[in-house]
């Protein structure tokens, strides 16, 4: 469309400019030619009338005269009326007829009408006065309502001093007009086979270069969209047909590219997802570009405090970022950190940084574990054995007298016990580690929990706390003797937390699938930060008094390997002040 109005456009102005100029030109020019011939024919037709000497042969003279075709003469006297008309404006007209008016006045000067327009309609009074004051004068006379010109005028005296009468030839220029109008036809049909062909030419172009150039345009489209397929239907072994084929290339090889990208970001995030640590990466501003699976459970998106943790853990990156710490070690709640940032440098200046964030709070608790176990170990060993060799020493000595002897060898035998359970719980411990089989047997449930309440009642009591252990019924499949110690753990540390007066509570619930085995205190309770690591080994909430009680952090540990080596799991639920609920789920 744009090329054909171009052409079109050149065309129309060209054609129309050149039509105009021509037709006003020349229409000017014939113009005044026409004028000067009438003024030239007459002057010569007044020179003949002025050298005869009488109106009878002035008019003989007239009746030989030959006017120019398509043009009449009028011969009027000094008053300005119609002597004579000779000749006939239209072409066709008789050349030689000569009307004769002896001195009739046609309604004056300039009124007169007889049909068609004769010259003496455009001479007007002024113009009789010139030319009787001895001017020859030419007019280009428009027609009484207003339209186009009407007729040439030439008007000129016979003789002088005085003048006998006046000439007027009149013409008329429709000749010209019809001339101009065919002319403007001629270039008005020019220009319309012009525009045919300028559109026929726009089409044959538009098949062979536009329709191309679109097809290569709406492929670029397609290849910036990530569509990389050849362009098609652009056979031309031209400059358009070698820009095609590089679009081709340029698109094959954006293909392979954008294919060899693909893979090393794949491999990249893969590589980034798989770590364990946590990436994070921070625009300039501070906000989060990127976090991969690791940082999005760092700040537990799964939870309701969501927002609070991830504003926090960014706080403290963006401080680490205006400090310019690479590395640090920060405590989050109950976790400890260990963050390492770089940071995302161009050629415009630093963009951003990356940070690593390694949960170290397990290694960390392990290594502290570690020394707290070799500190107990080494306190709780030392302690008996100190007492059973002083003991022992005394008595070898004779420092204490026959009669105590049995007394402080009873100290001696539970000192040995107490290091007795110290080194069968560590064997218990590396037992169920091992994965060492277990031996399970068909239990049932009423007699097992008979025979706890017959195990703690007395216990219990010695304490001051109620023990109500429900009725069971039904078949459990497990190690007797493992499931025993899961109880000893649990009630021991349940009466041992309960005030006097409360109440601890045994329960089984039975499922579908599974029997759940319920023991609930009435205690102080645990604390909610300690609840994820209470089944850790050598973990203890209150420290000071589980040394007092001779405790190793080690009975709840060994209460999660044995319930997990039978295919079941253990869960704990704790309010501060209300007491603490112990859960565990075996299979049927």
């Not at 398509?70 to 072409?91: E, F, H, K, R, Y």
């Not at 006065?129 to 001895?134: A, I, K, P």
């Not at 059973?388 to 002897?405: F, K, N, R, S, T």
């Not at 639920?573 to 299979?587: A, R, V």
């Amino acid at each position: 469309m744009k090329l054909w109005l171009a052409i079109t456009l050149l065309i129309l102005v060209v054609l129309g400019g050149l039509g105009f100029t021509l037709t006003w030109l020349f229409g000017d020019f014939y113009l005044q030619q026409k004028l000067n011939s009438l003024r030239s024919e007459a002057t010569e037709i007044s020179a003949q009338l002025a050298s005869v000497p009488n109106w009878s042969a002035r008019l003989a003279l007239l009746e030989s005269l030959k006017l120019t075709s398509g043009t009449q003469l009028v011969l009027l006297d000094t008053q300005g009326n119609l002597v004579v008309m000779a000749g006939s404006i239209n072409p066709q007209g008789t050349q030689g007829s000569i009307e004769w008016y002896p001195k009739s006045l046609i309604g004056g000067a300039l009124n007169g009408w007889s049909g068609d327009l004769r010259p003496t309609d455009f001479f007007t009074q002024g113009n009789l006065e010139q030319v009787l004051s001895g001017q020859t004068i030419s007019i280009k006379a428009l027609p009484i309502n207003g339209g186009a010109q009407a007729m040439l005028l030439a008007a000129t005296p016979v003789g002088s001093n005085p003048v006998k009468g006046v000439v007027l030839l009149g013409s008329s220029p429709i000749p010209l007009q019809e001339s101009i109008a065919t002319f403007r036809r001629l270039i008005l049909y020019a220009s319309l086979i012009a525009v045919f062909l300028a559109t026929v030419v726009s089409l044959i172009f538009a098949q062979h270069v536009t329709r191309p150039l679109g097809l290569m345009q709406r492929g670029a489209t397609r290849m910036a969209k990530g569509d990389f397929l050849p362009i098609q239907g652009v056979t031309s072994k031209d400059e358009i047909g070698e820009l095609a084929e590089s679009l081709n290339s340029m698109g094959e090889s954006l293909k392979n590219h954008m294919a060899w990208l693909s893979q090393e970001k794949n491999l990249l995030q893969g590589i980034v997802e798989s770590i364990s640590d946590a990436v994070i990466m921070l625009s300039i501003d501070g906000s989060i570009l990127y976090a991969n699976d690791s940082a999005k459970a760092l700040w537990q998106e799964n939870e309701a405090e969501v927002e609070e943790r991830k504003t926090q853990i960014v706080s403290i990156l963006q401080a680490m970022a205006e400090k310019g710490n690479q590395e640090d070690l920060v405590t989050l709640d109950i976790q400890v950190l260990q963050i390492v940032m770089a940071p995302m440098a161009e050629n415009e200046g630093i963009r951003g940084h990356v940070a690593v964030l390694r949960d170290v709070t397990a290694s960390l608790r392990a290594e502290k574990s570690r020394r707290e176990f070799l500190a107990s170990v080494t306190h709780e060993l030392r302690t008996p054995l100190h007492l059973i060799q002083g003991y022992l020493e005394a008595i070898e000595d004779g420092v204490i007298p026959i009669d105590q002897h049995e007394e402080y060898i009873d100290l001696v035998i539970e000192e040995s016990k107490r290091l007795a359970r110290l080194v069968q719980n560590l064997q218990e411990i590396n037992w169920l580690e091992r994965g060492q089989v277990i031996q399970p047997i068909e239990i049932d449930l009423e007699d097992f929990l008979q025979d706890i309440d017959q195990r703690f009642q007395g216990r219990a009591q010695e304490l001051g706390v109620n023990l109500e252990i429900c009725q069971g019924s039904g078949q459990l499949v497990a190690d007797p003797d493992q499931l025993l110690q899961v109880f000893i753990n649990l009630l021991d540390n349940a009466l041992r937390h309960t005030p006097p007066g409360k109440t601890v509570r045994v329960c089984m619930k039975e499922e579908p699938n599974e029997i759940c085995l319920v023991i609930q205190d009435e205690g102080e309770g645990i604390p909610k930060e300690a609840l994820p690591y209470i089944f850790d080994r050598f973990f203890r909430v209150n420290k000071a008094r589980s040394r007092k009680d001779g405790g190793m952090g080690l009975g709840l540990a060994i209460v999660r390997q044995i319930v997990e080596a039978h295919g079941g799991n253990v869960r704990v639920e704790s309010d501060m002040g209300k007491g603490t609920t112990f859960l565990i789920f075996l299979p049927k």
